[in-house]
């Protein structure tokens, strides 16, 4: 239709038969058009509404706009930046205009992200991710030096996730395999210009998903988010296994499985308080710890949470954790007997080599006897 309704080229006076093909064209394209005399009424006022739009908005910046009536036409001319001008023309000039403003705008982000972003912020990521590297490699030779009794091992990898992943409602941004790469293989002084390209336009996109991003919160937010680098990875548990690694969620006997979800969590817990000031506590609390796992496995594990230096707390029926692995441990011991209103506390102390009963003066704790709902006292157990 666009092709039909183009006139013929040429300043030339048109030929009969492409002068009434492009009528034609131009009727059949109207053909739905309203040319009522209401119509016409009406499309007259919207003229004037447009026109008094343009004019107050010109108006705002300092520009001025007027409009004749030349017998069925409305002639508009507009002053603009003490110029004068037709709409169209100015349309196009402030199309032009803005294309400059953005490619300026352009080489003004490009410009932060060479001296900003890729010197501070990806110094920063290949740092943070390096130090997680380390980390993963520094838990892992501990694990490793632990053999199980049955002879099972077990390693955390600490994976970039693949292009179109999702993990926690979180897809992995494009390139990021390419750009941990340029991170990773060397300092940021030593990377070469096509380095700095790539990993540029990988943070520029980033930038970019936080912006067309419709999740709430400020652009500072947002970019916290899309540039945490700890939501492009995920930690995975292997065993090895008829000699390569295997995932660990194979079949495995009761006490295998325990170690396995048991040994990562010490693992994921040094990791999150590697953060803390020396002096602050590395809490970890444990109820019936290691049930279902040997004695040997048992030292092993008191062990490996020696050496991620967890405070941990931990209540077990028959565990009392006395292992040369463990070089200290306080232990409080809770006998009870039927019928008995009273919890005796034994105290006890080990300290690497031996274990030793503490002397504590007995302690009395008085409760409230209860009140029934009748009014008459019932009977209590503590």
Same mark, same amino acid.
């Given at each position: 239709?666009?092709?039909?309704?183009?006139?013929?080229?040429?300043?030339?006076?048109?030929?009969?038969?492409?002068?009434?093909?492009? $009528?034609?064209?131009?009727?059949?394209?109207?053909?739905?058009?309203?040319?009522? &005399?209401?119509?016409?009424?009406?499309?007259?006022?919207?003229?004037?509404?447009?026109?008094?739009? #343009?004019?107050?908005?010109?108006?705002?910046?300092?520009?001025?706009?007027? %409009?004749?009536?030349?017998?069925? #036409?409305?002639?508009?001319?507009?002053?603009?930046?003490?110029?004068?001008?037709?709409?169209?023309?100015?349309?196009?000039?402030?199309?032009?205009?803005?294309?400059?403003?953005?490619?300026?705008?352009?080489?003004?982000?490009? @410009?932060?992200? &060479?001296? !900003?972003?890729?010197?501070?912020?990806?110094?920063?990521?290949?740092?943070?991710? $390096?130090? %997680? @590297?380390?980390?993963?490699?520094?838990?892992?030779?501990?694990?490793?030096?632990?053999?199980?009794?049955?002879?099972?091992?077990?390693?955390?990898?600490?994976?970039?996730?693949?292009?179109?992943?999702?993990?926690?409602?979180?897809?992995?941004?494009?390139?990021?395999?390419? $750009?941990?790469?340029?991170?990773?293989?060397?300092?940021?002084?030593?990377?070469?210009?096509?380095?700095?390209?790539?990993?540029?336009?990988?943070?520029?996109?980033?930038?970019?998903?936080?912006?067309?991003?419709? /999740?709430?919160?400020? #652009?500072?937010?947002?970019?916290?988010?899309?540039?945490? !680098?700890?939501?492009?990875?995920?930690?995975?548990?292997?065993?090895?296994?008829?000699?390569?690694?295997?995932?660990? !969620?194979?079949?495995?006997?009761?006490?295998?499985?325990?170690?396995?979800?048991?040994?990562?969590?010490?693992?994921?817990?040094?990791?999150?308080?590697?953060?803390?000031?020396?002096?602050?506590?590395? *809490?970890?609390?444990?109820? /019936?710890?290691?049930?279902?796992?040997?004695?040997?496995?048992?030292?092993?594990?008191?062990?490996?949470?020696?050496?991620?230096?967890?405070?941990?707390?931990?209540?077990?029926?028959?565990?009392?954790?006395?292992?040369?692995?463990?070089?200290? *441990?306080?232990?409080?011991?809770?006998?009870?007997?039927?019928?008995?209103?009273?919890?005796?506390?034994?105290?006890?102390?080990?300290?690497?080599?031996?274990?030793?009963?503490?002397?504590?003066?007995?302690?009395?704790? @008085?409760?409230?006897?209860?009140?029934?709902?009748?009014?008459?006292?019932?009977?209590?157990?503590?």
């Amino acid at each position: 239709a666009a092709q039909a309704l183009t006139p013929p080229s040429g300043d030339a006076a048109w030929a009969a038969d492409p002068a009434v093909r492009l $009528a034609r064209a131009i009727e059949q394209a109207l053909v739905e058009v309203e040319d009522d &005399e209401a119509a016409w009424h009406r499309n007259q006022k919207g003229l004037h509404q447009h026109f008094t739009t #343009l004019a107050a908005a010109l108006a705002r910046h300092g520009h001025d706009a007027s %409009a004749e009536q030349s017998d069925d #036409l409305l002639l508009v001319r507009i002053v603009f930046q003490s110029r004068h001008c037709d709409p169209d023309e100015l349309a196009e000039s402030l199309r032009a205009e803005i294309l400059e403003r953005r490619a300026l705008l352009d080489n003004k982000e490009r @410009e932060l992200l &060479e001296n !900003y972003l890729i010197d501070e912020v990806a110094k920063h990521l290949q740092e943070m991710i $390096a130090n %997680a @590297e380390r980390q993963v490699s520094r838990m892992n030779a501990e694990i490793e030096s632990r053999p199980m009794s049955t002879g099972m091992k077990l390693r955390i990898q600490w994976r970039p996730l693949d292009d179109g992943e999702t993990v926690d409602g979180f897809s992995a941004p494009s390139g990021l395999r390419e $750009a941990r790469d340029r991170l990773l293989r060397q300092v940021a002084v030593a990377w070469s210009p096509r380095d700095r390209q790539a990993v540029g336009e990988f943070l520029q996109q980033r930038i970019q998903d936080a912006r067309d991003s419709e /999740e709430a919160g400020s #652009l500072l937010e947002l970019l916290e988010r899309v540039l945490d !680098y700890r939501r492009w990875h995920r930690f995975e548990i292997e065993r090895w296994q008829d000699g390569r690694w295997r995932p660990a !969620y194979g079949p495995a006997s009761g006490g295998e499985r325990a170690l396995v979800i048991t040994i990562p969590l010490f693992a994921a817990a040094a990791s999150h308080y590697g953060s803390a000031h020396d002096a602050a506590p590395r *809490l970890v609390m444990l109820d /019936e710890v290691f049930a279902g796992i040997d004695d040997d496995a048992r030292a092993k594990c008191m062990g490996l949470l020696a050496r991620f230096d967890l405070d941990v707390m931990m209540t077990s029926e028959r565990e009392w954790g006395c292992y040369p692995e463990v070089p200290g *441990l306080a232990i409080a011991q809770l006998v009870r007997r039927e019928g008995v209103d009273a919890v005796f506390v034994s105290r006890w102390a080990w300290d690497g080599r031996r274990r030793e009963r503490e002397e504590t003066a007995p302690m009395r704790m @008085e409760a409230p006897e209860p009140v029934a709902e009748n009014g008459s006292n019932t009977e209590s157990l503590f």
